[in-house]
């Protein structure tokens, strides 16, 4: 015969389960979905309170919701929350798209000024011969002429990694050749098998590179602009020049009878 309290020991432990899976479950649930980050207006704004700003700029003071949203309506405009971190919440009454579009105005220019590092890479061997170096060395002066950075990997395999000092010994060769066009950045280092270096263009390289291109477009559309007119200033030389064949103009009647 079972005694009472251990008949039901299993069923208070399958109770006792299934509320810690459930309790575990809300837990892990998140509730109300995704926090949003799109700015708050008018019903949106869900505080008792806020500290008020004009349209004008001028400091309302700290109003009721209500009342924030009365002078909003009166005015034909907005109730945007501006800093909600605030306590209370920053509110002002503005045109909401004008506001929205002048935002993306200034994060438009902002992105247009922020200046793009490109990096290019060059890869050499440690017994490279002078043609094949001649050829990465020009690769690498357009590079830094175009205003991006360089990348330079010396590739060492076999033995070749028992004598890093013939990579060290390129590096610092081609860093000297194409000295006129930029500096050495980063100074040869081992990495792995490998040893890489970088180079920068010199201060203001990409502004060079950007002038000498608009420069040499403006002198090919000159050209093609003055091709263009020559035939039609030579036209009217063409025009009074007298025809092949044509027949010489007859003397007068009277010189003749002179004669």
């Known amino acids: 015969m079972v005694p009472r309290g251990l008949a039901f020991a299993p069923v ?3 109770f006792l389960a299934w509320d810690l899976r459930a309790l575990v479950a809300n837990v892990s649930t998140p509730r109300g979905g995704p926090i949003s980050t799109e700015t708050r207006i008018n019903d949106r704004i869900r505080v008792p309170e806020v500290r008020l700003v004009g349209a004008g700029g ?4 700290i109003v009721r919701v209500e009342e924030a ?3 909003a309506v009166e005015a034909d405009l907005d109730l945007v929350e501006v800093a ?3 306590r209370p919440p920053v509110c002002k009454i503005m045109d909401y798209g004008k506001f929205r579009y002048e935002t993306a105005q200034k994060a438009r220019e902002s992105r247009k000024h922020q200046q793009n590092t ?3 890479e060059q890869k050499l061997r440690p017994k490279i ?3 094949d170096y001649e050829t990465k060395k020009g ?3 357009r590079f830094l002429d175009a205003g991006a950075k360089v990348k330079v990997t010396i590739m060492f395999r076999g033995r070749e990694q028992s004598r890093p000092e013939l990579g060290h010994r390129l590096l610092q060769r081609l860093g000297a050749d194409v000295s006129e066009h930029g500096f050495v950045e980063t100074v040869p280092r081992l990495d792995g098998r490998n040893m890489t270096m970088i180079l920068a263009p010199h201060r203001g390289a990409k502004t060079r590179a950007k002038a000498a291109q608009q420069a040499a477009e403006a002198s090919s559309a000159a050209t093609s602009s003055a091709a263009r007119t020559e035939p039609a200033h030579a036209e009217p030389d063409q025009a009074n020049a007298p025809q092949k064949g044509a027949e010489a103009p007859s003397a007068p009647e009277g010189n003749t009878a002179a004669e």
């Open 118 to 120: 490109v990096i290019k």
């Open 69 to 71: 949203l009365r002078l």
């Open 58 to 61: 001028e400091q309302v003071g």
């Open 129 to 131: 011969d002078d043609h």
């Open 139 to 141: 690769h690498v002066v």
């Open 12 to 14: 208070c432990g399958a």
């Open 84 to 86: 909600p971190e605030a």
